[in-house]
């Protein structure tokens, strides 16, 4: 008796050296803490009200009573037995709730830091883009997300869907809960498959294909095309393979060596993106204004005295308008040679030892960027003299540029420039007067 009666005094002492730290030593007042592990309580019952209301905060397993046959009353040696082992397991109990705890709060900020960023919209394009192609690079190329994520992002959140259990959970839910309208229009926007582009490619480029040639090829292979593809769909993307040379029966031709072509592309991709960023500078703009205008100006003035400045110099040189038989129609003056136009017809280019032509370029300067047939040179029934190109570089007639392809009005004193030879055409104005009359009078017969 008197061993139970010093392990109750020792009881009693620790729990109020508890109470005294719990309460500050003071009245005890009821506190409320944000742990959500409380102190134990003084008796049996007060503890296990204590694991019921903790209980409600903290997720662990319920702690097992021990069973008691009804209508018997425990001694008060079992009790303080009792109370002793529902301590100690209070405490245990506690510890190992506090460690699961804390473990199970870091674990959310972990799954969940990029659920902000991708939205249920990117996740159905990224699905329904790795399924069309199996590779992440295209996607990351082909498809617009919401934001611009990289290729390393885009990799990881494949994996996430795949194989983390709460990402793949929640990105599923929230998939289902689109409207099927934003579904539509999202699997509308599914890349092409390299199927479905060889389908496609072996429709003829010089054929013009409507809409139900492309509604028989989904009929044919409703296996092989996307459930969202209509023959409208199908017909632009036919179109897009066109533009780029990829249909089976269109092959692109190698750029000729010297010739450097930049397209579209490659210039953007040459544009630095700092500089589309700059401010906009209004006084600099107003300054390159006025400047452009006082050019323009110039330009028009001297356009103006070009005339009266090329008497003075024809007359210090000799080079006056020349002498012309009845037999030429126009010339071609340059630098070193002058060409004679006798026939309605004559072709301009370079000679070369398999073909040649009437006027050799040549002869007047290096031109081995002129083509072999650069242009032909007409006169109508009517005496106006038009030239037309047939090569790669344009002709500058009075400094207007003409295509290939094209064709302009040459006048009296045109300036004709092919790959940087300039020459003079000057035209017989009598001969084509006479011409003309002519003309006139068969018109009137």
């Avoid at 960027?369 to 009075?398: A, M, T, W």
Wanted: contains cysteine; hydrophobic residues 35%; glycine residues 4%.
């Amino acid at each position: 008796m008197s061993r139970s009666e010093d392990e109750e005094s020792l009881v009693v002492k620790d729990l109020k050296r508890t109470s005294a730290q719990a309460f500050g030593g003071g009245i005890p007042k009821r506190r409320s803490s944000s742990r959500s592990i409380k102190r134990k309580k003084f008796d049996d019952e007060l503890v296990e009200s204590s694991l019921v209301k903790s209980s409600t905060r903290v997720k662990g397993p319920p702690l097992m009573e021990p069973l008691r046959c009804p209508g018997s009353e425990p001694s008060s040696s079992e009790r303080r037995r009792s109370y002793m082992t529902h301590s100690s397991c209070v405490y245990s109990s506690y510890y190992l709730m506090g460690i699961w705890f804390v473990k199970k709060s870091k674990q959310p900020l972990h799954v969940t830091k990029d659920l902000g960023r991708w939205k249920p919209t990117d996740d159905l394009l990224l699905i329904n883009a790795v399924l069309q192609t199996t590779d992440l690079t295209s996607v990351h190329l082909g498809v617009k997300f919401s934001c611009r994520f990289t290729l390393r992002e885009i990799k990881e959140r494949w994996y996430s869907l795949l194989y983390d259990p709460v990402i793949s959970k929640l990105a599923w839910q929230a998939m289902r809960q689109l409207h099927p309208e934003a579904i539509a229009a999202i699997q509308s926007k599914a890349l092409f498959s390299q199927n479905e582009e060889a389908l496609l490619s072996k429709i003829g480029s010089t054929s013009q294909p409507k809409l139900d040639v492309f509604q028989d090829v989904l009929n044919k292979h409703p296996g092989v095309f996307h459930p969202s593809r209509t023959p409208k769909s199908l017909l632009v993307h036919w179109q897009l393979l066109k533009q780029y040379y990829l249909l089976d029966d269109q092959s692109v031709q190698p750029l000729p060596k010297g010739d450097q072509i930049l397209n579209f592309s490659d210039a953007e991709q040459m544009i630095d993106d700092a500089k589309l960023k700059e401010s906009r500078d209004d006084v600099l703009e107003n300054e390159l204004m006025v400047s452009d205008r006082h050019q323009k100006r110039e330009i028009r003035q001297l356009e103006q005295e070009l005339p009266r400045w090329q008497v003075l110099v024809d007359n210090i040189t000799g080079m006056s308008m020349p002498d012309f038989d009845n037999q030429t129609l126009a010339a071609l003056r340059g630098r070193m040679v002058r060409y004679l136009m006798r026939s309605r017809e004559i072709t301009l280019g370079r000679a070369t030892k398999d073909k040649q032509i009437d006027v050799d370029l040549s002869l007047e300067g290096p031109a081995w960027k002129i083509s072999r047939k650069q242009g032909i040179i007409k006169l109508k029934n009517n005496g106006d003299f038009f030239i037309v190109n047939e090569g790669r570089r344009p002709i500058y007639i009075d400094g207007r540029p003409v295509l290939s392809g094209n064709k302009w009005k040459l006048n009296n004193n045109s300036v004709v420039e092919i790959a940087g030879l300039r020459f003079v055409f000057l035209i017989n104005l009598e001969l084509i007067s006479l011409i003309k009359a002519e003309a006139a009078k068969i018109a009137q017969q």
